[in-house]
């Protein structure tokens, strides 16, 4: 059986680069060429339409960038058309990606009105002097508005993104940005950990971080602060409210299929073969410029996963969700035996970070903090 | 045969002394040039020095020659031959062996910087052979160069006449045909009988994969045909030469090598012990009833265990290792079994520099991922049943109650350096243990001489020598004697498990000092893991240093989206390749720079 389908759009631009930042994002010079880029995402689409096999959407993600750059209209534009050329599920979860900025506050009702049923508000801190040092160009007065008033749009839920493990930040730094969060009732929190990554000016001049011992402490504390506070931790780094998970991530870590659509989206799309299943990757072309090139292919590459990936694949997702994983599942997702598992996850059993029964993996306490580790015996053996 | 007469008076053997960075390599570059060898374009820099190491260091490891023609002054073309001697103190043993081939030395000399230490105990050695010492004052074109100085030097120190020494700069070319016009009149050519019994010196012998064994040889009396039958003076055996010839420095065949000249001969011998390096080759037929004077074997002074990371490449490790000392007679080694890191090989070298070399060929050349243990010199312990050992590595240092003495290598050090650093290098030596016999005055160089414990000598102190004298400080040593010392082996241990690989043999009045900065250093090494892990060093039973590598407290990706797969699997894949060079311990992974922290203490 084929595994669910989500959708996800990307925006590729935004006001400015955060230097933390590494998706595949570009600063604005001109205005967005709105009207072209819809154009472009549709005509992506339906290049696609072969990998939905009859499948509904469950979910659609417009992220970026800054999706909320694009006007309720060309939303509008964009989910009407989706819903032209592939069928969504009942209750499909459709998000989109906003800045707390005042510009885009005033468009949130709109895009409620085109079909967006989830907000994800990219809040970051309410330091003022972190937001400027994070490269965000928002104050933490629109945060809290923005917060607001996406709580009385009538959405199904939405999240606030919040990152820990700032530059010099404390562990009272990091606690009062952590409580000014929940203040604000969000049904979803997404609290992460800044980590350096390559190609980021961040990479490239390194902020002073705060060292293990306080990151530990902020994420023990923080941790115990959400849960209190009614939240449920269902991933590393997602915390909701009862009823309010995102479906559309947790697609991702159930290693479900998506289609990507947009500057550098990736696409995973399971295909049944004679002798089972193969799972196929695709990536998108990366610059506004060349993905708005009506002369040349929106694809820029595609490729099958060699077997040998698949459990890393499989595992490097569903170890995030904090829960037991249905043995059966990854036969089906995968397409290996069982025993492929099992083989992939022994030395991980020894040392204590994965628990079984017949049907179910466990994570060990000692398992979640260490997901690399468990996944150490599953790279790099080709 | 008159023709024959006449080559031999026109004969020039030499080999150059200097110190590195002192020009050695572009002067031969330069003579080579000068002598049309090579045509320019294949002037590769520096083409004496053929291992890719060599070059990159910027030092002459293997001896090698070349055979040049120069029409002189006088009108008449002489044949010069000249042997490339390795420059760093770990090799001075390889220069004694250059030089048995040659009448005449360059003694090279910077014109900046001065006599160095290195260059002074090889111009002895020279001297000590009646050798001819040519002075050449080098890059005079350097604003700083003071030849008149470092002339007064040089006759001050080395005590031979320097005040009309040849100045050149072998980087812009000025000088050089001095430098050959003076080779050709101021070295003697070579005696030797070319109708006598055939005597051919050894210098050095290498293994070649198409060849077999090629020896580098100076003909001493009679002459040698390709076709001949050879006879290899010490084992007997005898070989049919299948090619002789020079190096122009390309390989040259020539067919026949006559008394008084440098070349190779090659005879199909497949090991290089075949045909022993300072040994004497004669024909079979007329034998020569007397093998000539060769030279003293040299003796590895460090030892240090040599492990495969990943077991798998035991056997290989052991083939290159075996390819390894078919061009180095000097490497040493025999299996040793560590607790702690398995299989592997003891293995002795002439110095630090030397054992650096042959890791990184291992590693470079033959693809093999390498822990070595710290080095050790070697004691001498006399035990209470009265027998004697020699201990070469700390595991093997018998049972305390069991010692009755240790006794530890001493060397002679002979140290040159300018006045305004004496203080600093003094400091040093007393630091080091050392014992100051002998202090000289020359000009504005001092020449000093301690005898310090080899251990002190080998581990760090030319570094530190170099850096405390601002590099102008310079250092040669041998080993003097045994002499008794207190002596005991510090122990590590990493969560309460000694790791034999990482004992370490050292002074009592320093054990607690490097115990304390060993432990130490290994924290800083080791990285945090998924528990705590307690590193203490030990003298037999007692504790005398602990630190601890805290736990790591998460290894967690902290997110990770449909897009970031490909990613994020790459940076897994990237810390899971830097695992890959650590070796695991019980349950702890210790990278291969823990191994040689040893080395790091005690400064």
Same mark, same amino acid.
């Given at each position: 059986?084929?595994p669910p389908?989500a959708l996800y759009i990307h925006v590729?631009?935004c006001i400015q680069k955060c230097p933390y930042c590494d998706f595949n994002s570009?600063?604005?010079?001109?205005?967005?060429?709105?009207?072209?880029?819809?154009?472009?995402?549709? @005509?992506?689409?339906?290049?696609? /339409?072969?990998? $939905? !096999? +009859?499948?509904?959407l469950n979910s659609i993600f417009i992220g970026g960038g800054t999706p909320s750059l694009?006007?309720? @209209?060309?939303?509008?534009?964009? /989910?009407?058309? $989706? !819903? +032209?050329?592939?069928?969504?599920a009942p209750n499909c979860e459709i998000t989109l990606e906003a800045n707390p900025g005042t510009f885009e506050i005033e468009r949130f009702a709109?895009y409620v009105?085109?079909g967006v049923t989830r907000l994800s508000i990219g809040v970051q801190s309410l330091s003022a002097s972190q937001l400027q040092r994070l490269g965000r160009i928002h104050d933490p007065e629109q945060a809290r508005l923005a917060a607001k008033h996406a709580g009385q749009l009538g959405l199904n839920s939405f999240n606030l993104d919040l990152m820990h493990g700032l530059p010099e930040q404390t562990l009272a730094d990091a606690m009062a940005d952590l409580d000014g969060i929940i203040a604000l009732q969000p049904p979803h929190i997404s609290w992460y950990q800044l980590t350096i990554e390559p190609?980021t000016a961040f990479a490239?001049?390194p902020p002073q971080l705060p060292d293990d011992d306080i990151l530990w402490d902020i994420q023990q504390q923080g941790h115990d602060k959400l849960i209190a506070a009614g939240y449920q931790q269902y991933e590393v780094s997602a915390y909701a409210k009862p009823g309010h998970q995102s479906k559309h991530n947790r697609n991702y870590w159930e290693f479900g299929d998506y289609?990507g659509?947009?500057?550098?989206?990736h696409?995973k799309?399971?295909?049944?073969?004679?002798?089972?299943?193969?799972?196929?990757?695709?990536?998108?072309?990366?610059?506004?410029?060349?993905?708005?090139?009506?002369?040349?292919?929106?694809?820029?590459?595609?490729?099958?996963?060699?077997?040998?990936?698949?459990?890393f694949e499989f595992f490097m997702n569903y170890l995030r969700l904090f829960e037991a994983i249905p043995k059966?599942l990854f036969?089906?997702r995968?397409?290996?035996?069982?025993?492929?598992?099992?083989?992939?996850l022994?030395?991980a059993k020894?040392k204590q970070l994965i628990d079984d029964d017949?049907q179910y993996w466990h994570t060990t306490e000692l398992g979640r903090r260490y997901l690399n580790s468990i996944l150490d015996?599953m790279v790099?053996?080709? | 045969?008159?023709?024959?007469?006449?080559?031999?008076?026109?004969?020039?053997?030499?080999?150059?002394?200097?110190?590195?960075?002192?020009?050695?390599?572009?002067?031969?570059?330069?003579?080579?040039?000068?002598?049309?060898?090579?045509?320019?374009?294949?002037?590769?820099?520096?083409?004496?020095?053929?291992?890719?190491?060599?070059?990159?260091?910027?030092?002459?490891?293997?001896?090698?020659?070349?055979?040049?023609?120069?029409?002189?002054?006088?009108?008449?073309?002489?044949?010069?031959?000249?042997?490339?001697?390795?420059?760093?103190?770990?090799?001075?043993?390889?220069?004694?062996?250059?030089?048995?081939?040659?009448?005449?030395?360059?003694?090279?000399?910077?014109?900046?910087?001065?006599?160095?230490?290195?260059?002074?105990?090889?111009?002895?050695?020279?001297?000590?052979?009646?050798?001819?010492?040519?002075?050449?004052?080098?890059?005079?074109?350097?604003?700083?160069?003071?030849?008149?100085?470092?002339?007064?030097?040089?006759?001050?120190?080395?005590?031979?006449?320097?005040?009309?020494?040849?100045?050149?700069?072998?980087?812009?070319?000025?000088?050089?045909?001095?430098?050959?016009?003076?080779?050709?009149?101021?070295?003697?050519?070579?005696?030797?009988?070319?109708?006598?019994?055939?005597?051919?010196?050894?210098?050095?012998?290498?293994?070649?994969?198409?060849?077999?064994?090629?020896?580098?040889?100076?003909?001493?009396?009679?002459?040698?045909?390709?076709?001949?039958?050879?006879?290899?003076?010490?084992?007997?055996?005898?070989?049919?030469?299948?090619?002789?010839?020079?190096?122009?420095?390309?390989?040259?065949?020539?067919?026949?090598?006559?008394?008084?000249?440098?070349?190779?001969?090659?005879?199909?011998?497949?090991?290089?012990?075949?045909?022993?390096?300072?040994?004497?080759?004669?024909?079979?037929?007329?034998?020569?009833?007397?093998?000539?004077?060769?030279?003293?074997?040299?003796?590895?002074?460090?030892?240090?265990?040599?492990?495969?990371?990943?077991?798998?490449?035991?056997?290989?490790?052991?083939?290159?290792?075996?390819?390894?000392?078919?061009?180095?007679?000097?490497?040493?080694?025999?299996?040793?079994?560590?607790?702690?890191?398995?299989?592997?090989?003891?293995?002795?070298?002439?110095?630090?520099?030397?054992?650096?070399?042959?890791?990184?060929?291992?590693?470079?050349?033959?693809?093999?991922?390498?822990?070595?243990?710290?080095?050790?010199?070697?004691?001498?312990?006399?035990?209470?049943?009265?027998?004697?050992?020699?201990?070469?590595?700390?595991?093997?240092?018998?049972?305390?109650?069991?010692?009755?003495?240790?006794?530890?290598?001493?060397?002679?050090?002979?140290?040159?350096?300018?006045?305004?650093?004496?203080?600093?290098?003094?400091?040093?030596?007393?630091?080091?243990?050392?014992?100051?016999?002998?202090?000289?005055?020359?000009?504005?160089?001092?020449?000093?001489?301690?005898?310090?414990?080899?251990?002190?000598?080998?581990?760090?102190?030319?570094?530190?020598?170099?850096?405390?004298?601002?590099?102008?400080?310079?250092?040669?040593?041998?080993?003097?004697?045994?002499?008794?010392?207190?002596?005991?082996?510090?122990?590590?241990?990493?969560?309460?498990?000694?790791?034999?690989?990482?004992?370490?043999?050292?002074?009592?009045?320093?054990?607690?000092?490097?115990?304390?900065?060993?432990?130490?250093?290994?924290?800083?090494?080791?990285p945090r893991q998924m528990f705590d892990?307690?590193?203490?060093?030990?003298?037999?039973?007692?504790?005398?240093?602990?630190?601890?590598?805290k736990q790591l407290r998460k290894n967690v990706l902290a997110k990770c989206y449909g897009g970031d797969v490909?990613r994020k699997k790459?940076l897994l894949?990237?810390q899971?390749?830097?695992?890959?060079?650590?070796?695991?311990?019980?349950?702890?992974?210790?990278?291969?720079?823990?191994?040689?922290?040893?080395?790091?203490?005690?400064?």
């Open positions: 059986m084929l389908l590729p631009w570009h600063a604005l010079k001109q205005d967005i060429p709105e009207q072209a880029y819809i154009n472009r995402l549709l @005509d992506d689409l339906r290049a696609d /339409l072969a990998d $939905v !096999q +009859q499948r509904p694009l006007s309720a @209209d060309a939303i509008n534009r964009l /989910l009407q058309g $989706v !819903q +032209q050329l592939i069928p969504l709109g009105r085109a190609n490239s001049r289609l659509i947009g500057c550098g989206a696409s799309i399971t295909v049944m073969t004679d002798n089972g299943l193969s799972i196929r990757r695709c990536e998108k072309i990366k610059h506004p410029q060349g993905y708005l090139d009506l002369t040349r292919p929106l694809r820029y590459r595609s490729w099958t996963v060699a077997e040998d990936e698949l459990p059966q036969v089906e995968t397409g290996l035996e069982l025993a492929r598992a099992e083989q992939a022994a030395s020894t017949q015996d790099g053996n080709d | 045969m008159p023709e024959q007469a006449f080559n031999q008076k026109n004969i020039r053997n030499f080999s150059i002394i200097a110190h590195i960075d002192h020009g050695k390599s572009t002067l031969s570059d330069r003579l080579i040039q000068f002598c049309g060898g090579l045509a320019d374009r294949e002037m590769a820099e520096q083409v004496l020095d053929s291992m890719d190491i060599e070059r990159e260091r910027g030092i002459t490891i293997k001896a090698q020659s070349v055979t040049l023609h120069y029409k002189a002054k006088d009108g008449e073309t002489y044949q010069l031959n000249f042997i490339d001697t390795p420059g760093h103190v770990d090799f001075s043993y390889e220069v004694s062996r250059s030089l048995a081939g040659c009448e005449g030395a360059l003694l090279v000399v910077d014109a900046a910087q001065g006599v160095e230490a290195q260059t002074l105990a090889n111009c002895y050695t020279a001297l000590e052979m009646n050798l001819e010492v040519v002075p050449i004052l080098n890059k005079i074109d350097l604003p700083s160069a003071e030849p008149m100085r470092v002339a007064e030097e040089i006759e001050d120190i080395v005590g031979i006449e320097a005040i009309d020494a040849v100045q050149c700069s072998a980087k812009t070319g000025i000088g050089i045909e001095d430098v050959l016009e003076r080779i050709v009149k101021q070295i003697p050519p070579p005696e030797g009988d070319p109708e006598a019994p055939v005597q051919a010196l050894i210098i050095d012998s290498w293994f070649d994969n198409y060849q077999g064994v090629v020896s580098l040889v100076r003909v001493k009396n009679g002459v040698i045909r390709a076709g001949d039958k050879m006879k290899v003076m010490s084992t007997g055996q005898s070989h049919l030469i299948d090619k002789v010839g020079f190096f122009s420095p390309k390989q040259t065949e020539s067919g026949v090598l006559r008394s008084g000249e440098v070349g190779f001969v090659i005879a199909g011998i497949k090991d290089i012990h075949g045909a022993p390096v300072g040994d004497t080759l004669t024909l079979t037929k007329n034998a020569a009833d007397k093998a000539l004077p060769g030279f003293k074997k040299s003796k590895p002074q460090v030892y240090a265990g040599m492990f495969p990371i990943s077991s798998d490449d035991y056997e290989s490790f052991r083939d290159a290792l075996g390819k390894l000392s078919l061009n180095d007679a000097s490497l040493f080694y025999e299996p040793e079994n560590s607790g702690a890191l398995g299989f592997g090989f003891r293995v002795g070298f002439l110095g630090m520099l030397h054992m650096e070399i042959i890791q990184e060929r291992l590693e470079r050349e033959y693809d093999i991922d390498l822990i070595t243990t710290a080095p050790t010199v070697v004691y001498k312990v006399l035990k209470k049943d009265g027998t004697e050992v020699m201990v070469d590595n700390p595991t093997n240092l018998p049972p305390i109650n069991d010692i009755d003495t240790i006794f530890e290598p001493i060397v002679e050090a002979n140290i040159l350096v300018p006045q305004e650093y004496l203080g600093n290098v003094i400091t040093l030596c007393v630091d080091k243990r050392g014992y100051q016999t002998k202090m000289v005055y020359h000009g504005k160089q001092v020449a000093v001489t301690y005898e310090l414990p080899m251990a002190e000598v080998v581990m760090d102190f030319f570094d530190r020598l170099k850096s405390t004298s601002r590099g102008y400080a310079s250092l040669d040593y041998q080993f003097k004697h045994f002499q008794e010392a207190d002596m005991v082996r510090v122990d590590i241990m990493i969560n309460g498990d000694r790791v034999d690989a990482l004992a370490m043999i050292t002074h009592r009045n320093n054990s607690q000092g490097r115990g304390r900065e060993l432990v130490e250093k290994m924290r800083e090494l080791i892990i307690a590193i203490q060093a030990a003298i037999g039973g007692h504790i005398i240093a602990r630190s601890t590598v490909s790459k894949a990237k899971k390749e830097g695992k890959k060079r650590m070796k695991t311990l019980g349950n702890v992974e210790v990278p291969q720079e823990a191994f040689l922290a040893v080395l790091k203490v005690g400064k």
